[in-house]
């Protein structure tokens, strides 16, 4: 039942108008009314006043409704938006995988059994073939500072001692390596920074001989022969393959620069969270609203229920003074009090002649004695 049916039932708009209910506080009969009679005129003017409040309650929800689709569909635009670019990374990252599947293959067919020296020739190469291999991510340094004094890091200590991932010869490779110089995890210098070769992600190795080289001059010096550096080196020239329909070409630039494609899929990423908690402090915030509102209603509503029950009470009595039926109880007294007040004094009138008129006979009775 909505609040004018409510209402209505208490306060019909056609039954009774404002005006008759004001009319009926002058009325002797309804002195101990009154208070219910101006609590409906005030629940009359709620209900005025009630279809404007909820055109703005409906404009409300429009409005908060309209920023949650918004807020709603660029998350989705945004999601989809990641969806994709992570799509084509993994798609793009399978191309150069396969590119450089195409790289060693090439070495193997290259550098067979019928070349001289084949076994070093193909396996450096091979080691070729991955150090240009797809990076992924980019290094990021693992030392956490000299131990005794972590203020110091990779930037400090190794200036002097290594550049672009390849130590300097000498004394540089016995400071790197040295544990007296490493963090307090035991990570050295050499394992744990960038510029040395160290550190996690970045460029790819190769395992050549049981070492670990990071370029083609360790690929040389693993196999003992500086000729195959250049072997290492010329790795991949040309080498391509189909996937999917597309031919792709070996390249040791395009496998260097992946890295960059991962911080755009990170990016896209981030933007997808951020939309995630807008969209969840916006709802939070109307969660909120909603309950206090919902708190403040069912007060309301009991307020307003409790008022109504009294003004139906004093309403019925109402009625039956007004134009739809008559209080015969309640008139019938007052018009007897009225007779009787009438009556009294009609009593006391003629008591009073009566009176008048037997001292004016006595006197001239008394008078006619007299003469």
Excluded at 196 to 215: D, F, H, L, Q, R
Excluded at 277 to 288: A, E, F, H, R, S
Aim: hydrophobic share 30%; charged share 25%; net charge positive.
């Amino acid at each position: 039942m909505g609040f004018d049916e409510v209402l209505n039932m208490f306060l019909p708009k056609k039954g009774l108008t404002m005006d008759e209910i004001k009319k009926y506080l002058r009325r002797p009969q309804t002195v101990d009314s009154r208070s219910h009679l101006k609590q409906g005129v005030r629940l009359s003017n709620i209900r005025e006043n009630f279809s404007d409040n909820n055109k703005k309650f409906r404009t409300m929800h429009t409005k908060e409704e309209k920023v949650l689709t918004d807020l709603s569909d660029n998350y989705y635009k945004i999601v989809g938006d990641y969806a994709r670019a992570y799509q084509d990374y993994l798609t793009t990252h399978a191309d150069l995988s396969a590119s450089v599947d195409a790289c060693m293959k090439q070495c193997g067919e290259t550098h067979n059994t019928s070349v001289d020296n084949w076994a070093n020739k193909s396996k450096a190469c091979i080691a070729g073939c991955k150090l240009k291999g797809v990076q992924v991510l980019k290094c990021k340094n693992t030392y956490k500072g000299l131990q005794g004094d972590t203020s110091k890091k990779c930037k400090d200590l190794v200036k002097d001692h290594c550049d672009a991932g390849s130590i300097h010869p000498g004394k540089s490779r016995t400071f790197v390596t040295n544990t007296d110089n490493a963090d307090d995890y035991d990570t050295t210098l050499a394992d744990g920074c960038c510029e040395c070769g160290g550190g996690g992600g970045g460029k790819p190795t190769a395992y050549v001989n049981g070492t670990v080289a990071k370029n083609c001059g360790d690929v040389a010096t693993a196999i003992g022969d500086t000729e195959m550096k250049s072997y290492c080196n010329s790795a991949g020239n040309g080498a391509t393959v189909t996937r999917n329909g597309k031919t792709i070409t070996f390249s040791a630039s395009a496998n260097a620069n992946f890295v960059n494609e991962y911080a755009k899929v990170k990016g896209t990423n981030n933007a997808a969270m951020a939309e995630v908690d807008k969209l969840k402090k916006k709802i939070n915030v109307l969660t909120t609203t909603r309950d206090k509102l919902r708190g403040s209603i069912a007060g309301e509503e009991d307020t307003l229920d409790q008022n109504l029950k009294e003004f139906e009470e004093k309403y019925a009595k109402l009625q039956m003074y007004g134009d739809g039926g008559k209080d015969w109880t309640s008139i019938a007294q007052y018009t007897s009090s009225l007779n009787r007040r009438n009556s009294e004094e009609l009593k006391f009138y003629m008591w009073s002649v009566l009176a008048i008129v037997l001292i004016i006979t006595v006197i001239s009775n008394f008078k006619k004695k007299a003469a």
